[in-house]
């Protein structure tokens, strides 16, 4: 290991012993998103909000078991879905 890799590694130790502590500037933070919550709230399977929202139903299926989390695009899409289900598929579908 180089020395600029160590030095990376001990700054990034010292930002988690830092986040513990309780500093929350700079830090982003991904609280989780109920994936399953909002499919239900839209009143749709898997794979009709799959379709609905032209999301591939593997990922859909991912998002709910946990295996997978959404990426930031896909957080945005969910919260617009979340606000307002009907109005987020009939921007889709135009």
Not at 17 to 34: L, M, Q, S
Not at 54 to 67: F, M, Y
Request: net charge neutral; glycine share 10%; charged share 30%.
């Amino acid at each position: 290991m180089i020395e600029q890799d160590f030095e990376s590694l001990k700054r990034g130790l010292a930002q988690v012993e830092a986040y513990k502590a309780g500093a929350r500037d700079g830090f982003v933070e991904h609280t989780p998103i109920d994936i399953k919550a909002i499919r239900k709230a839209a009143g749709k399977t898997q794979g009709e909000f799959a379709s609905a929202y032209h999301l591939p139903i593997g990922t859909v299926r991912d998002w709910e078991q946990g295996r997978r989390q959404p990426d930031a695009p896909a957080r945005a899409l969910l919260t617009i879905i979340a606000a307002d289900p009907a109005g987020a598929e009939r921007l889709l579908a135009g």
